[in-house]
Each structure stands twice: as structure tokens, then as C-alpha cells.
């Protein structure tokens, strides 16, 4: 009896295993079900803040297959600094240099949606002319000199703004200066250098901005004396406001530079803001960001210069850039 329990016990397996390896594969999700996104996976946000995904060099591309549930219902569509580039569950591109907003949308036939995003890094090659952001170079206006910053500039003859090719030059290979088209309309645009020969090179993004931005020469004056402000658009302000104390007629101003006649005041700190010719507020490159107020230390002391200047042993004699020579 005890046998014949065992043999229907192993002829009920051997019909299972049957019927397993002779089952066809079957898919547990339906098309109403909400989409997931299962593989890869993305890192969290810092600081609410995209964190970073993928960093690779140039000359490899951006190779990615996402593992999507229900896959048979679900189309995948690929968004590089918000425009879509490619529709499939995988991809293979080639970006320029720079730093990218990659975002993927995974949609069933239903509507129903999820999306992943993070933020792609493609490094230059060592020799590649490159430029990042130094500081505030990258906030431009419509009709003034511009500068990028960099490396192995030399052989750069011209920067793509907005799909127009501008005119561009540099003599150290560090700095590049470039005019922005006047009619280039406000908002934010990738860039890339262009050289002798037609090749392109990444060189992230540039803001166009028409609003008034002081850069320069607001921290720090003398009562009595000519205070001289930098940035751009300057030409629209038409008020200052130190402290109570209202400004309304200036030496001379022009888009990038302001001049008025500091009032008497003694010495300490003030808070400064300004107004364009519509009301609207100017703004300063203070503590590292725009903002519509700043502060001024107010000093007897007399300033000899102030600004920026880049000074290397590395160029010849007579190079502007090999000595500062600003003060006699």
C-alpha cells in the first residue's frame, strides 16, 4: 500500500514538470496596469537638486535600455534638456561636451504614465576645446561683448548660439570673447565652438538676459567719490536707493557700466538696490546669485583698483596677462 502511495505521489510530480516545461511563457502585467520602470535605477535627488546619472567621454555615446512593465503595452520616450530625441525602449546617441537633463516617459496604451530623470556628464577628450562656467560669464545681453572661459581655446573661431554662428577669438586659449547678436531673443541656450575646420565642441549653456545686472564695483566705495558699477544692461537703470538715500543723476552710464557720484555718507554698511526706467527691480551678483538688493562698506579709504584680472609667468614678455600693471 505503502508503494503504491509513493508511486502516485511521483507520477503526480513527473505530470507537474510536464506540464510546467510544455506551458507557454505567459505575462503576469496587462495593459491597465500602471507602468514601472524596473531597470536601471536612479539615484535620488540632493538637496532636491537632479543628481548625477551618467558620465561618460565624448567620443563614446550615451547607451541606455530601460526594463519596462507592461512592456508590450508601454512606448518609452527620451527627453534631452526637455526635447524628446528618441522613442524606444533603448537608445544609442552621441552628445557634445556638457552637462545634460536626460529624462525618460514611459506611457502605457491606457495613458496612464511614469517618468525617471537625472542628469548625464560628457567629459572632453584631453586636447578638446572646452568651456564651463566660471561665474556670472554665462548670463549674456543682446548687443554686448561676451566671454567664455576655458581651455585649448586657440583654434576656436566661432560660437553657435541659438543655431547662429558667431564670430569668436581668443588669444590665451583661456578666455573667449565673442558679441552677442543683438536681436538674440532673452532665454537659455546651449552653446558650441566652432573652429578653423568645422568641427563643433560642446560648451553647455548661456542665458540671455535684457534685465539690468550689476557685477562689479557695488561692494565696496568712498563718500564723495566716483563709484563705478559693471554688468550688463545698466543702461535702463534709472535709480539707485542706498539706505533711504535716492540716486537719480549719474556721471555717465552705458549697457555695461554705470557711474554716479557716491553720496556723503559715513562710514559702514548699506543696503543698495536700484530700479529700471518700468519700475522693476535691477539686480546684483551678491553672495554668489542674483539678487534685487546688496550691501555696500562704506570706507575713507581710498580704492586703487578693483576687478578682475588673470596674471600667468607662462606668457612672454609684454603679454598683457604676464604682469598686473594697473597701479603706477
Known amino acids: 500500500m505503502k508503494r503504491f502511495n509513493i508511486l502516485l505521489v511521483f507520477s503526480a510530480l513527473l505530470l507537474g514538470f510536464a506540464s510546467c516545461n510544455e506551458a507557454e511563457p505567459f505575462a503576469t502585467a496587462e495593459a491597465e496596469d500602471y507602468p514601472r520602470i524596473l531597470d536601471p535605477i536612479f539615484p535620488d535627488r540632493q ?3 537632479l543628481a548625477e546619472f551618467n558620465t561618460h567621454k565624448r567620443d563614446a ?20 534638456d526637455g ?19 536626460l529624462r525618460m516617459e514611459a506611457t502605457t496604451m491606457a495613458g496612464k504614465s511614469t517618468y525617471r530623470e537625472g542628469i548625464v556628464n560628457v567629459e572632453p577628450l584631453d586636447d578638446d576645446p572646452y568651456s564651463e562656467k566660471k561665474g556670472i560669464e554665462r548670463v549674456i545681453a543682446p548687443g554686448c561683448p561676451a566671454v567664455l572661459i576655458g581651455c585649448n581655446l586657440n583654434s576656436i573661431t ?4 541659438g543655431g547662429r554662428t558667431i564670430g569668436a577669438g581668443s588669444e590665451d586659449g583661456e578666455y573667449l570673447g565673442y558679441v552677442v547678436p543683438e536681436d538674440l531673443e532673452e532665454g537659455e541656450y546651449r552653446v558650441e565652438l566652432v573652429d578653423a575646420e568645422g568641427n563643433r565642441f560642446g560648451a553647455n549653456k548661456v542665458t540671455v538676459s535684457t534685465k539690468p545686472l550689476i557685477v562689479d564695483g557695488f561692494s565696496r566705495s568712498t563718500p564723495g567719490s566716483e563709484w563705478v558699477l ?4 545698466l543702461e535702463t537703470i534709472k535709480s539707485f536707493d542706498i539706505s ?37 527691480p535691477a539686480y546684483f551678483y ?17 580704492t586703487l583698483w578693483e576687478g ?9 614678455d609684454g603679454h598683457p596677462n604676464k604682469v598686473f600693471g594697473f597701479i603706477s
Not at 559693471?230 to 544692461?233: A, K, V
Open 47 to 49: 538637496n532636491g537638486n
Open 61 to 80: 555615446n550615451l547607451e541606455m535600455a530601460l526594463t519596462v512593465t507592461p512592456a508590450a503595452y508601454t512606448t518609452v520616450k527620451w527627453f534631452i
Open 83 to 101: 526635447t524628446e530625441v528618441h522613442e524606444g525602449h533603448s537608445i544609442d546617441m552621441n552628445l557634445p561636451a556638457g552637462s545634460y537633463v
Open 158 to 161: 566661432g560660437v553657435v548660439i
Open 230 to 233: 559693471s554688468g550688463i544692461n
Open 244 to 280: 533711504g538715500t535716492a540716486i537719480t543723476s549719474f556721471v555717465r552710464k552705458s549697457a555695461t557700466e554705470i557711474v554716479l557720484t557716491f553720496p556723503d555718507l559715513e562710514e559702514g554698511e548699506y543696503s543698495i538696490s536700484a530700479l529700471d526706467a518700468d519700475g522693476y
Open 286 to 302: 551678491y553672495d554668489g546669485m542674483e539678487q534685487s538688493a546688496a550691501v555696500v562698506s562704506v570706507s575713507g579709504e581710498k
Open 308 to 316: 578682475h584680472h588673470y596674471v600667468s609667468w607662462v606668457y612672454e
